[in-house]
């Protein structure tokens, strides 16, 4: 697969859910918005890959942890997301391959595609949920695709 024959706009996403999601303030002692000096961000992603449907469904977890404002440190408020998506690519046949023991090999390209396209899209809806909230203002850091935790 050494030359991409990924093309985008043969890319469509054909459902995006958030299937969960828990936002937290510290327990007994809540915290004020001012007292969040930042956020660490945690991701996990899993794919999966359907050639016969020309199907691909990325699961994205993000996990949102608050700083306190002086020391840093987490401070016990956050939240977290879970989202599905599913994308159909009409020309996943000659992004994939089927190996001998069932799994599916993709073009690199095209997970990171997928996963940044989720991870986009994802950045919006929080930013939305978490109005209102100990995370009220959040916004996920731009990321490489490649780099996230799988």
Do not use: Q, W
Request: proline letters at 2%; a negative charge.
């Amino acid at each position: 697969m050494a030359d991409s024959k990924l093309d985008v706009t043969k890319i469509t996403m054909r459902h995006f859910e958030l299937i969960g999601f828990n936002i937290h303030n510290a327990g007994s002692e809540l915290l004020d918005k001012d007292e969040v000096g930042g956020f660490r961000f945690v991701n996990t992603t899993n794919s999966a890959f359907n050639l016969e449907k020309n199907l691909a469904k990325v699961d994205l977890e993000i996990e949102i942890f608050t700083l306190d404002d002086e020391s840093e440190e987490d401070n016990g408020a956050g939240g977290k997301f879970k989202f599905e998506i599913l994308f159909e690519i009409e020309n996943l046949v000659e992004l994939a391959v089927e190996a001998e023991d069932e799994t599916i090999e993709v073009e690199p390209l095209l997970d990171m595609t997928l996963t940044g396209l989720s991870y986009s899209t994802a950045r919006g809806v929080i930013l939305t949920r978490s109005l209102g909230t100990i995370l009220e203002g959040v916004v996920l850091p731009i990321v490489n695709p490649a780099n996230m935790g799988k």
